[in-house]
């Protein structure tokens, strides 16, 4: 090979490389020109496991906004979307809301919302959407519009859930759209304390936000976080408005054969096989449980409304994936029967209100049978039965109730008369009817009927 040919070859490279560099460039710009760069409507959601402060997440934030605000029915919803905008899910959004990422302010839905007349969007009487609420979707689609979410790794903390500082900021991300003035859904205003409280004395905000049958599954149109369900349902268990039942007081309603309730069913449970002396009462609370009263039961057995096997009560009584010496209660006590499990199943699903039922207790038909021992059942045998039967006393059977009926320490323990010790212990005092209804029976001559 000569020289003339090598500086032939040197120049064919670099003008054949040249023109490759113009053509590219040529292809970006008329590419660049034409289209918008495209965002694939059906892109799944991509999650990632740690919520990043300065990104706007589609499903945490935007979409939450914009379902609560504009699709509702007669706007955005599948049904009106009027112009053609349908604003229930990602791939509506970007097919029908003129998301433009090159220009993300000229955008369409963001253009709505800054409109000043009858224009604007959600239009008069609706509320605009605030300042902040304009930022997110706007950073949002400067973001690149993504299908993202987010999920806090973090444990959701509800040990000091209060209403501003914890409940407020649900409500304003998943509800007020809908549910305050001027026209709010359903004639409930969230913002309105007579109308709150009534959703929360008649088990409607926990059983619509916990999907139970029976009520509205809210929000209407996507989920929220398991955390931010739990915190909701947590405060308004917890919550007693004046002149309601919500917390378990006052005069409950008739029993319903399909509710599990707390006061009556699932705490004598626990008090009796688990909150003794040694183990998750008061003083013990071993591993840090107490399963004496409420609160302390949601909090420190990790109980997680409406998914029980996600919570640590439940868990524990088949020993979790662990040794079988750690099912409690552990031995030498029995285990939990399949329907004693099923209690604590049925009550968390139900969302782990702190309900109660009036037992319809009734002085004028007292029997061993339908009265008395039911009542040991619940309150006393746990406690009672086995080879650590607390004081050595055993409740297991009706010979058992006679020999303390007829010893005086039956009438004595459960009155609180002086010189006994009180029962059921680490429970409340029965109510003055069912002590009544001992009474008679033994005034009947502890029948076995
Ligand atoms: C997109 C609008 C929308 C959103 C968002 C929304 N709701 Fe509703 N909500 C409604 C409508 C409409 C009703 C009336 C019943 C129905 O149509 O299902 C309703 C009914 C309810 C009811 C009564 C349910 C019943 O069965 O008695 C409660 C309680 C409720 N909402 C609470 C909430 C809470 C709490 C949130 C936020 C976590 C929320 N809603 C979010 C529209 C909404
Ligand atoms: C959480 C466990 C627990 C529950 C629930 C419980 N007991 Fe007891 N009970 C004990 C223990 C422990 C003792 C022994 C005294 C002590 O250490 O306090 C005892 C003692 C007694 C005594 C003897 C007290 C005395 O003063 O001589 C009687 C009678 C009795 N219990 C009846 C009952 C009845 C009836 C119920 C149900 C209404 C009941 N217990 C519920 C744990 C319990």
Known sequence: MNNKNLQFNKQNAILLGLAAIFFALFLTTVSGCK???????????????????????????????????????????????????????????????G???????????????????????????ANAFTESQKNSLLTWIEQGAKNNECVENTECDTSNVTFNGSVVPIFENNCYGCHSQPTPAGNIDLKNTDDLARIVNNGALAGSVLHQAGYSPMPKG???????????????NDTVFPGGGGGGGGNPDPCDPDTTYFQNTVLPLLVSNCATSGCHNQQSHEHGVILTDYASIIQTAEVKPGDPSGSKLYKVLFGGDKRDDDIMPPPPA?????????????????????????????????????????????????????????????I????????????????????????????????????????????????NGTPNN
Request: glycine share 6%; net charge negative; charged share 15%.
């Open 35 to 97: 289209h918008d760069p495209y965002i694939n409507p059906d892109t799944p959601p991509s999650i990632s496991n740690n919520c990043d402060a300065d990104t706007v997440y589609f499903q945490n934030v935007i979409l939450p906004l914009l379902v609560t605000n504009c699709a509702t029915s007669g706007c955005h919803d599948k049904n009106t979307h009027k112009e053609g905008v349908i604003l229930t899910d990602y791939s509506s959004i970007i097919n029908t809301g």
């Open 99 to 125: 998301i433009n990422i090159t220009n993300p302010s000229d955008s369409k839905i963001y253009r709505q919302l800054n409109k000043t007349d009858d224009d604007r969007m959600p239009p008069p009487p």
């Open 222 to 236: 996507y989920n929220m976080t398991q955390c931010e369900v739990r915190t909701i349902v947590i405060w308004a």
């Open 334 to 394: 029995s285990p939990f029967s399949a329907e004693q499990k099923q209690i604590i199943y049925d009550w968390i699903s139900q969302g782990a209100l702190n309900n109660s039922c009036n037992s319809g207790c009734d002085t004028s038909t007292v029997t061993f049978s339908g009265t008395i021992w039911p009542l040991m059942q619940t309150w006393c045998t746990g406690c009672h039965s086995g080879s650590n039967a607390g004081g050595n006393i055993h």
């Open 396 to 443: 297991e059977n009706y010979n058992d109730v006679v020999a303390i009926a007829n010893n005086g320490k039956l009438m004595g323990t459960v009155s609180h008369a002086p010189g006994y010790v009180p029962m059921p212990k680490n429970g409340d005092k029965f109510s003055d009817c069912q002590i009544a209804e001992i009474r008679i029976w033994i005034e």
